[in-house]
T-cell receptor, first 115, second 108 residues
Framework: ETGVTQTPRHLVMGMTNKKSLKCEQH?????MYWYKQSAKKPLELMFV???????ENNSVPSRFSPECPNSSHLFLHLHTLQPEDSALYLC??????????????FGEGSRLTVL | QQPVQSPQAVILREGEDAVINCSSS?????VHWYRQKHGEAPVFLMI?????EQKGHEKISASFNEKKQQSSLYLTASQLSYSGTYFC?????????FGKGTRLHILP
């Protein structure tokens, strides 16, 4: 238990579907992140939120749409995805957005398969 | 640019030692190490800050040489529980950018 919970753990969707991934952190942190983990690739930072404001969008296609309604919840809305978007999507949180001394707490991830 | 890790994979027998290297083409202020077991979330191991500080976590220690822009993770007398993928992360504009990971498999 890392204090970061992701749902669903597994998701299969067609290219025309719309679905959402949810992340909730119970640590009182101010920063939340979405990372994408594909086979044989580095963990790719997608989005960063600090106090509910998006502070980084790492050239992510618009078919991925993040939402942070409060500092404890983070969503990733998915629509018209491509098969190459199949991956493990990891949510993480940290006390603040500054990385120098900040430890990231990761959720267990949502395994997404796009057919 | 993400950091480069080597080797990509290591197979050890329980009790053997291993070294995992992480290098960057850019100047570093900090290096972060995480371990991810199969099907689980990545878990923080340690952060090393500029200054060549060496840190330890159980029988896992790490060094950071900011002049050479590299860090090494040392696993001594490895245990079965050390199996997993080890990621190093480096700072870039206040964000952590991770390498591809090094898969470590410990045999009994």
């Amino acid at each position: 238990e890392t204090g970061v919970t992701q749902t669903p753990r597994h998701l299969v969707m067609g290219m025309t579907n719309k679905k959402s991934l949810k992340c909730e952190q119970h640590l009182g942190h101010n920063a939340m992140y979405w990372y994408k983990q594909s086979a044989k690739k580095p963990l790719e930072l997608m989005f960063v939120y600090s106090l509910e404001e998006r502070v980084e969008n790492n050239s992510v296609p618009s078919r991925f749409s993040p939402e942070c309604p409060n500092s404890s919840h983070l969503f990733l809305h998915l629509h018209t995805l491509q098969p190459e978007d199949s991956a493990l999507y990891l949510c993480a949180s940290s006390q603040d957005v500054t990385s120098v001394t900040g430890e990231l707490f990761f959720g267990e991830g949502s395994r997404l398969t796009v057919l | 640019q993400q950091p480069v890790q080597s080797p990509q994979a290591v197979i050890l027998r329980e009790g053997e030692d291993a070294v995992i290297n992480c290098s960057s083409s850019k100047a570093l202020y900090s290096v972060h190490w995480y371990r991810q077991k199969h099907g689980e979330a990545p878990v923080f191991l340690m952060i090393l800050l500029k200054g060549g500080e060496q840190k330890g976590h159980e029988k896992i220690s790490a060094s950071f040489n900011e002049k050479k822009q590299q860090s090494s993770l040392y696993l001594t007398a490895s245990q079965l529980s050390y199996s997993g993928t080890y990621f190093c992360g480096t700072d870039r504009d206040d964000k952590i950018i991770f390498g591809k990971g090094t898969r470590l498999h410990i045999l009994p």
